[in-house]
C-alpha cells in the first residue's frame, strides 16, 4: 500500500527511530511530524500534552498515513491509551523505555533516565512492576531539561545537566536505559560519565513492530523509496529528501 509512515516527535530525537526504521523498510515513504514549536514534551503537563500530541496525529493521518509512529517516550506513555480510544482504526506504534529488555537481559543495577513526564507516568511503574526480578534494582532518574538542550545543541547545558545527573546517582549502573529519543544523540556524552555501563534504547525494537505490523496488515508498500518529507511545527516548512 503506497501510504505513508507518518513519525512524530517534539523535536529531532524521533530520527533516531526513523533511522532505525528506514534500515529495516527502504521502500516505504515517511513523514515525520516534528513539534519542536511544543518542545520538551517532558516538561508539558497532561492535558497540553494530550492537546498536542493529538492535533500532531491528525495532522499525519490527514496527510495520507497509513501508520502512526509515536518516536516519543513521552508521548506514549502519557498519550497512546487514549489516541488508541479516539482513533479506533489506526495502527500506533509506541517507543517506551526498554525496562524489559534489561530487566530480560538480567542485568542487576538499571538506571533508567527519561524526561519528567514520563519517569512520572504509571506506564514507566507498570513496566517496571511487570518486569523487575527480586534480585534487580531500578533507579528512576530525571533528565530535566536534557532534552531541550539536545534540540538546541547546546553543548554546554549537556554537560551541565549530565554533570547534576552523575552526581545525584550515587552508585554505578549495569546499564542505563535511555527512555528518551533525543538521548541516543548525545550516547558518547553519556558514555563519559557512566563509563562502565551498558547503553539500551528501545530503536530497534520499535523498527522490528513497525515492520511485522504493516505485514500483519497488509499494508507493505514496495514501491516508495525512503522519501522523506519533515514537517516542523515551529518552521512551518516542508522539506524533502531520500536520506
Ligand atoms: N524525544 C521525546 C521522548 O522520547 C521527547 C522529549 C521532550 O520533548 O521532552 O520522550
Do not use: W
Request: charged content about 30%; glycine content about 6%; aromatic content about 6%.
Amino acid at each position: 500500500m503506497n501510504k505513508k509512515i507518518g513519525i512524530l516527535d517534539s523535536g529531532i530525537g524521533g530520527t533516531t527511530i526513523l533511522s532505525k526504521i528506514k534500515e529495516l523498510l527502504p521502500k516505504e515513504d515517511y513523514i515525520y511530524y516534528k513539534d519542536d514549536k511544543n518542545n520538551p514534551y517532558g516538561e508539558k503537563n497532561d492535558d497540553e500534552l494530550q492537546k498536542i500530541v493529538r492535533t500532531g496525529v491528525k495532522f499525519l493521518l490527514s496527510n495520507d498515513c497509513k501508520i502512526i509512529v509515536l518516536a516519543c517516550n513521552t508521548a506514549t506513555t502519557k498519550c497512546i491509551k487514549n489516541l488508541r480510544a479516539e482513533f479506533k482504526n489506526t495502527i500506533f506504534i509506541g517507543t517506551e523505555p526498554a525496562i524489559k529488555v534489561a530487566c530480560d537481559n538480567n542485568y542487576k543495577d538499571i538506571l533508567v533516565l527519561a524526561t519528567e513526564a514520563t519517569i512520572d507516568s504509571k506506564r514507566t511503574m507498570e513496566l517496571i512492576k511487570q518486569n523487575k526480578k527480586d534480585y534487580q534494582e531500578v533507579t528512576l532518574i530525571k533528565g530535566k531539561g536534557l532534552a531541550h538542550a539536545i534540540e538546541m545543541n547546546n553543548k554546554e547545558e549537556i554537560t551541565r545537566i549530565l554533570k547534576d545527573i552523575r552526581k545525584q546517582v550515587k552508585f554505578n549502573p549495569d546499564v542505563i536505559v535511555l527512555g528518551c529519543t533525543h538521548y541516543p544523540l548525545i550516547i558518547d556524552d553519556i558514555k563519559y560519565f557512566f563509563k562502565n555501563a551498558d547503553i539500551i534504547d528501545g530503536s530497534d525494537g520499535v523498527a522490528r513492530q513497525v515492520k511485522r505490523l504493516l505485514e500483519e496488515n497488509n499494508l507493505l508498500n514496495s514501491k516508495g523509496n525512503g522519501k522523506v518529507e519533515y514537517f516542523s511545527t515551529k518552521e512551518k516548512y516542508a522539506s524533502q529528501n531520500n536520506n
